[in-house]
């Protein structure tokens, strides 16, 4: 079923998707955030998962009508509006190159840049935080510069280090903790990503603005 911009879609018999085809931007994310909290206060729904141009609701089958459930969905997205949210500015510490950023130098050459141009370029961008996900606290951030654009690596590694700065094709995210990735390393932040004990865990969180402030050389 399509309604303008958007597919909405059953994903098995547990979850509705709605999908975007609208370009990833700040105003369709804060539609789907809209929209997230909307649905947030319905007890009926047992999960909402905001994605990058999409969301998920998880249902019961046995209490929730899925077709229904995308009926309603299409509704609210046409009248969706903007989530007023009140952006936090955050800081990210970083050592670049060396042996906190091993691929700088791979994503320096695919850029046709010097690896100082791709640190200049990386810390002087604005991001903003679009969702949260793959990991807890993992935060998949737009604004990446367009030249610095790196498909993933043809390998993966088997563990990525927390903390770990990362470009995946047109994105760059940090590593919460240590996990498989594919994305190319080109720093490290010393800062906790993710702790189950803070309030919010998350130290990035939805709508927020992040910029990396490059830090002196790190030496192992």
Known sequence: MKQGEARFYLLGERAAVLASDA?????????????????????????????M???TVVFDPLTTDGE????????????????SLTPRDVAIPVHYGGDSGPDLGDVARHAGLSAA??????????????????????????????ELATPRRAEPRLSVPAGSVAIGGSQTGIYPAAAPG??????????TL???????????????????????????
């Open 68 to 83: 229904a459930l995308l009926a309603e969905l299409e509704q609210h997205w046409a009248g969706a509006a903007e989530a």
């Open 23 to 51: 370009p990833a931007d700040l105003a369709c994310q804060r539609r789907i955030w809209w929209l997230a909290s909307q649905l947030r206060a319905r007890p009926e729904l047992l999960d909402i998962v905001p994605g």
């Open 182 to 191: 594919g994305w190319h390393i080109i720093g490290r932040t010393e800062l």
């Open 117 to 146: 141009d791709v640190v200049a370029a990386h810390s002087g961008a604005e991001y903003i935080v679009f969702f949260l996900g793959f990991q807890p606290g993992f935060a998949y951030l737009g604004g990446l510069p367009e």
């Open 194 to 220: 993710f702790d189950p004990l803070r309030d919010p865990p998350s130290l990035l969180l939805p709508g927020d603005r992040v910029r990396f402030v490059p830090q002196e050389a790190h030496h192992a």
């Open 53 to 55: 141009n999409n969301l």
